[in-house]
C-alpha cells in the first residue's frame, strides 16, 4: 500500500489549495481514505474521509464548510479541496488508508486505525 500526498503550497489567508492523494498497491474500491494534518506543537487531526466503492463522506469540524474531499478512480486519487484558508489551516497534511469501514464505528470515522499512510504535504498560509 502506498500513499503520495501533493499540492501543498505557501498561499495567502483566503486561498484555495487542492490536496491531492495517489494511491497504489492495493484495491482502491476496496478502502476508505481520510485527510489528517498536523501543525506544529499540535496533536494531529482528522479532517475528513471518503468510502471508496460508495463514496460516503464524513467530516470533522474543523473541516466542515470550507474543505470537501472528493476520489477519482481512473486515477486512483483522492483529494482535499481547501477554500478560504487561513493562518490556523498551517500544517502538515497527510491521507491515510483503512480496510475497515469506519462510517458506523462508535468513536466516529476518524478515530479509528487508518493501516497506511502518506509521507505528508506542507501547507503553509501567511496572513
Known amino acids: 500500500v502506498q500513499l503520495v500526498e501533493s499540492g501543498g503550497a505557501v498561499v495567502q489567508t483566503g486561498s484555495s489549495l487542492r490536496l491531492s492523494c495517489a494511491t497504489s498497491?492495493?484495491?482502491?474500491?476496496?478502502?476508505?481514505i481520510a485527510w489528517f494534518r498536523q501543525a506544529p506543537g499540535k496533536e494531529r487531526e482528522g479532517l475528513a474521509c471518503?468510502?471508496?466503492?460508495?463514496?460516503?463522506?464524513y467530516y470533522a469540524e474543523p473541516a466542515k464548510g470550507r474543505f470537501s474531499i472528493s476520489r477519482d478512480f481512473t486515477k486512483r486519487s483522492v483529494y482535499l479541496h481547501m477554500n478560504n484558508l487561513g493562518p490556523d489551516d498551517t500544517a502538515i497534511y497527510y491521507c491515510?488508508?483503512?480496510?475497515?469501514?469506519?462510517?458506523?464505528?462508535?468513536?466516529?470515522?476518524?478515530?479509528?486505525?487508518?493501516?497506511?499512510w502518506g509521507q505528508g504535504t506542507q501547507v503553509t498560509v501567511s496572513s
Open positions: 498497491g492495493f484495491t482502491f474500491d476496496d478502502y476508505t
Open positions: 491515510a488508508a483503512t480496510l475497515r469501514y469506519p462510517f458506523e464505528d462508535v468513536l466516529g470515522p476518524l478515530a479509528v486505525e487508518y493501516e497506511a
Open positions: 471518503i468510502g471508496i466503492s460508495e463514496g460516503r463522506t
